[in-house]
């Protein structure tokens, strides 16, 4: 069907231009034609009477008023095929690997959420490698959590890592904003592992528009999701969502709308959720599956404010480490009482005892820390540190679990740790109840 042209631009802004049209739709792909005769890509985001707005991809930069619009009369779509694995796009969903383009079939962008009915409960476990994900805040298929850290914490090097060490069928890595040495280390780390070949990425770096950033989580996930409907179990990893926020409150402001908290539009809420609301188990098919990084100096900014009520939980990384206290997964109930049978007792028992050695932390500090057991609780809170909260250690859950046994019977006596005879006796390290006795002996 052949589209009119239209001419007569009436404003250009840094990543959006207006101009005057009959019979266009939201969300539609239009061209826009420069004098010269290249093209490059904008698609609609406001409709006021005949007034169209537009968002260039590729910015404002060399677009003038003489240049033409051509709607295309459909959405933006992405290619997709089992081909897109191994392979890098940017966040115009063009290859960035040298791999030849995409053509084959096109699926919609940012289209609807998988209806309601179709979805199952969450039910089955993800497994990451990282003792405080597998261990205590334990992930499941279909659920949708972020990752709260400050800038400059090291969440992209985890990311990578779990991509690598994670049991889905199919990672999908958007990067949003990445500075160059991230978007190489999560290409090195992936071929490293071996884990290309399931791993599909779409980078967006400082340097690009940032309407291509913008675009980033859509095509993750518009791909993520025909992958799910083909029976697979996806894994769709996020970073980081307050750049993209921050991309989002850059084009609205620059559309003259009324701003909110801080200068953010009064739908981030809407549209964080339209995102993360993609996360769903499929009834007859697979699953995915969101973890988004959500940088941010405190919680009451508004980014991690409205994220924290769309998701479904989240885990803080401070200081390089992920934090007990803090962490969150709601849905670690649905799947950690049938991963094994101490799980939930070795969680809820060495939870406990941290955080009567973090009540001992804060005395120790006026000196009223001497008995035998307050120091006992503070060796226990440094084993515990060093041997589970390093995010970059990898550990297959039946073995963390045996760490934790082990940690507690290097420090407590088995009528300390607060579980069960049967429990004890299945599980409580012979070797360890030696030491632990020995070393008290020894003091």
Not at 49 to 73: A, E, H, N, Y
Not at 83 to 96: A, E, F, K, T
Not at 233 to 251: A, K
Not at 392 to 420: M, N, T
Request: net charge negative; proline share 4%; with cysteine.
């Amino acid at each position: 069907m052949l589209q009119k042209t239209y001419e007569n631009i009436d404003s250009i802004g840094r990543a959006i231009l207006t101009i005057k049209a009959q019979g266009v739709h939201n969300k539609e792909l239009a061209e826009v034609i420069y004098p010269n005769g290249q093209k490059a890509f904008a698609q609609v985001i406001a409709l006021n009477g005949d007034q169209v707005t537009l968002q260039l991809f590729g910015g404002g930069f060399g677009v003038s008023t003489d240049c033409k619009i051509r709607f295309l009369g459909k959405p933006i779509q992405v290619g997709f095929s089992d081909d897109m694995l191994g392979r890098v796009y940017s966040g115009n969903g063009q290859p960035i690997d040298g791999g030849p383009e995409l053509l084959s079939d096109r699926v919609r962008v940012a289209g609807p959420s998988i209806n309601p009915v179709k979805r199952l409960i969450p039910k089955d476990m993800i497994r990451t490698g990282v003792p405080m994900i597998d261990v205590f805040n334990t992930l499941v298929r279909s659920q949708k959590i972020p990752i709260f850290a400050k800038a400059g914490e090291p969440y992209n090097r985890l990311l990578a890592n779990i991509a690598t060490q994670t049991d889905a069928d199919v990672i999908i890595i958007g990067g949003v904003g990445l500075k160059y040495d991230e978007y190489h280390y999560f290409r090195q780390r992936i071929e490293e592992a071996g884990s290309k070949n399931k791993t599909i990425m779409f980078i967006h770096t400082h340097r690009d528009s940032i309407v291509e950033g913008l675009m980033v989580p859509d095509l993750a996930l518009a791909v993520a999701e025909q992958f799910a409907l083909q029976g697979k179990n996806v894994f769709v990893l996020l970073s980081d969502m307050t750049q993209w926020s921050d991309y989002l409150r850059q084009v609205a402001n620059a559309q003259d709308q009324i701003p909110a908290n801080q200068g953010y539009p009064g739908d981030l809420y809407s549209q964080l959720a339209s995102r993360y609301e993609k996360a769903a188990d499929i009834e007859g098919a697979g699953s995915l599956t969101i973890l988004g990084v959500t940088t941010m100096d405190d919680v009451t900014h508004p980014v991690p404010d409205n994220t924290g009520y769309i998701t479904e939980g989240q885990f803080f990384m401070k200081d390089g480490y992920l934090e007990l206290f803090g962490s969150l997964s709601r849905l670690k109930q649905q799947v950690n009482d049938r991963t094994r049978p101490d799980h939930r007792s070795i969680m809820n028992a060495m939870a406990r005892l941290l955080s009567e050695a973090e009540e001992r932390v804060k005395a120790q500090k006026f000196g009223s820390v001497k008995d035998d057991y307050s120091l006992r609780l503070l060796a226990y809170r440094q084993t515990f540190q060093r041997e589970l909260m390093d995010p970059f250690r990898y550990l297959e859950l039946e073995d963390a679990l045996d760490l934790c046994w082990d940690i507690l019977a290097q420090h407590f006596k088995k009528e300390e740790v607060g579980l069960s005879s049967t429990m004890m006796e299945e599980y409580w390290p012979k070797k360890g109840e030696y030491k632990v006795l020995k070393v008290l002996a020894d003091e």
